[in-house]
């Protein structure tokens, strides 16, 4: 999605449109389109939690939505090939694969409607994914659902799973003594553990990082760690959450295990530091 004049909102509820023209490509078409109703593959799951399985109800209107401001990067097909996608540096994602970089869910498993909503809602700092917060929730929820046309994925329950539990922060957060130690704790371990691909100063610009590539094979420059804002929220949980869980499709690996727990904590510290988003 792009933000700007690609980001038109609709005030009233989106109609029903007729089917886009696809051209040559129509039998295409119509086989993603299908791919929302083929049958679901039946599992079973604890009591207290269910799958967020495709809502059929809302696949017109969400693809008016998609339309109106997600074809022009993400392209007619999902397929992260749209209008402006060659011009830009970091490519849309592609829908197809069902890989989606930022999740709450365990490596390999899709992401919740929550993780979906947040990043068309929050959009993603440092790329063309602009936010999109004046969209209306139903159209949110709408959108998502379009979303889960393009990969057959989202048919199969074995690829769901609840999302993590994660810790909530130290309280040392609190307080700016004991968090410059933890920052400082979380220096040293940049160091042996990220600086290869983020760079010493964490600008992107470490050894590894021009040889890096995408589960696309495009290339997959390392997030610039000094910019004022993350990717995906600057919150310590938020910083915590993409060590533990790392960005899907992307180099970044999961540090849970590799990390403790009070490391992953330590290193967030830092970041933030890092960022200037902790500053005092």
């Not at 129509?26 to 799951?45: D, E, H, N, W, Y």
Request: charged share 25%.
């Amino acid at each position: 999605m792009e933000g700007g004049r690609f980001a038109a909102v609709m005030k009233s509820k989106p109609r029903a449109v007729p089917p886009v023209d696809c051209g040559g490509a129509l039998l295409s078409c119509m086989k993603s389109a299908l791919i929302l109703f083929a049958p679901l593959v039946a599992t079973s799951f604890a009591a207290d939690w269910k799958p967020n399985l495709p809502d059929r109800e809302l696949f017109e209107e969400g693809r008016y939505v998609y339309e109106q401001n997600c074809l022009v990067c993400h392209g007619q097909f999902g397929d992260g090939k749209g209008e402006l996608a060659p011009g830009l540096t970091i490519k849309p994602r592609s829908f197809r694969t069902g890989v989606f970089k930022y999740r709450s869910t365990p490596a390999g498993k899709l992401p919740t409607n929550e993780d979906l909503k947040r990043t068309v809602r929050d959009g993603v700092t440092g790329t063309a994914m602009g936010m999109f917060t004046n969209i209306r929730q139903e159209e949110l929820a709408a959108v998502v659902e379009y979303i889960k046309g393009f990969s057959r994925k989202w048919k199969d329950a074995a690829n769901y799973a609840p999302p993590v539990k994660l810790p909530a922060p130290p309280a040392w957060f609190a307080d700016a003594a004991q968090r410059k130690e933890h920052e400082q704790a979380g220096a040293r371990i940049f160091e042996t553990t990220c600086a290869s691909c983020h760079g010493a100063g964490g600008k992107g610009d470490g050894p590894a990082a021009a040889a890096l590539k995408d589960d696309l094979g495009d290339p997959a420059q390392p997030a610039d760690l000094t910019a004022r804002n993350f990717r995906n929220g600057n919150d310590p949980q938020d910083i915590f959450r993409v060590l533990a869980l790392g960005i899907a499709g992307t180099p970044m690996v999961a540090f849970d295990p590799a990390l403790s727990e009070a490391q992953r904590w330590d290193l967030a510290a830092y970041l933030r530091r890092l960022s200037g988003v902790s500053a005092d």
